[in-house]
């Protein structure tokens, strides 16, 4: 299991995930050295 699994197993919008300013439903989050973009369809 890598740590991106693990950030978003329990929850697709942990405590430390950012809203992008401008963007509709596209999150970011700090795994690590990275940010990682991620958008959620709830469809």
């Known amino acids: 299991m890598n740590k991106a699994d693990e950030i978003f197993e329990d929850n697709l919008v ?3 995930a ?3 300013i401008g963007k509709h ?3 970011r989050i700090r795994i ?3 940010r990682a973009l991620y958008r959620i369809d709830y469809k």
């Open 14 to 16: 942990p405590h430390n």
């Open 18 to 20: 950012k809203t992008i």
């Open 25 to 27: 439903g596209v999150f």
């Open 32 to 34: 690590g050295d990275y």
